[in-house]
């Protein structure tokens, strides 16, 4: 287990490094000049020349990235062009509010999906398989944003049992705010973990050793929870992985649509201000964070496959 956890971290090191090359010379490709941009149409060329010698801008290529690497080791971020503020103060608030909607979602997905998948595979091709089958098929049809927009309307404008946009004072709150955004969010993976987890359910009910416990006597809640289940959720952890990741990249368009201050909506707002130094540093956190989600699901992996803990 050691040996394979070691291996999974040692080929993770090297793409984290040039993921950070890539992400660097993405961001000086993008069209403008970041000294241009802050300083306005009326500034003088001397003014630009000033700026850009004063944020390193006119180095050669490899020390810029020497110097980004370096102020990286550090934990200097920069500071933001549009808040004149240090992005490493800004980010704390900011990626809590993002991860609270990223785990909120998955929780609401996995207590949609896995009830759902349970009662289907119970009752295989029966009705109550089938409702659950075509019900959820729907989602998929549906784009987030325009959930999004159809659920702010109808739960927050005309019913007013949610807030409309905010994030809240506390957890309960917290909870109440982002419910809808969440939903959103997680209601596309639900329908996919739901299928997918119903399936490998099915699967496992007519292998060997599940007949040779139900010959045993043991009931069909014993048999479904101890023997059936566990087995079955091999596929649904790398399925919940990739979601996640999918999730923090959603995140953007979600947290535009309800007004929510994390690092989706910072990442917009970013963009459209040119400031370049937090959008290097929002593509550099989303970019590692997928790396840091993968990596965790191939150690959790493990735990529910002996096959790679005895390799």
């Keep these: 287990m050691l040996r394979y956890a070691l291996g999974r971290i040692g080929q993770t090191v090297p793409i984290a490094l040039l993921v950070t090359i890539l992400i660097f010379l993405l961001i000086k490709l993008v069209p403008g000049d970041p000294a241009s941009a802050i300083l306005g149409d009326r500034a003088t060329d001397a003014s630009v020349a000033a700026l850009r010698h004063q944020w ?33 103060d800004m980010l704390p608030a900011r990626t809590s509010v993002t991860f609270f909607l990223v785990v909120y979602s998955l929780v609401l997905s996995v207590a949609i999906a896995v009830p759902l998948a349970l009662v289907a595979a119970a009752y295989r091709d029966r009705w109550p398989d089938q409702v659950i089958r075509a019900s959820m098929a729907l989602p998929l049809a549906a784009p987030a944003f325009w959930v999004g927009i159809l659920l702010l309307i109808v739960f927050s404008l005309k019913l007013r049992l949610f807030p409309a946009d905010g994030y809240g004072g506390g957890f309960a709150d917290h909870v109440r705010h982002l419910f809808l955004p969440a939903l959103t969010l997680s209601y596309a993976f639900a329908s996919v973990l739901c299928r997918n987890l119903r399936s490998s359910l099915v699967d496992v009910l007519q292998t060997t050793y599940v007949d040779f416990a139900r010959a045993k006597g043991l009931r069909r809640r014993v048999v479904l929870f101890r023997h059936v289940f566990r087995a079955a959720l091999l596929p649904a952890v790398t399925l919940i992985g990739v979601r996640l990741t999918y999730a923090i990249g959603g995140s953007v368009v979600i947290e535009t649509v309800f007004a929510i201050p994390g690092l989706g909506s910072w990442m917009v707002d970013s963009i459209l201000a040119r400031d370049y130094v937090v959008v290097q540093t929002l593509t550099l956190m989303f970019a590692l964070g997928t790396m840091l989600i993968n990596l965790a ?4 992996y493990p735990l529910f496959d002996p096959r790679l803990r005895m390799g």
């Design 56 to 88: 390193g801008l006119d180095r050669p290529i490899w020390e810029q990235y020497a110097v980004y690497m370096r102020n990286l080791a550090t934990g200097n971020l920069g500071t933001s062009l549009r808040y004149q503020s240090p992005v490493a």
């Design 297 to 300: 699901t191939d150690l959790i």
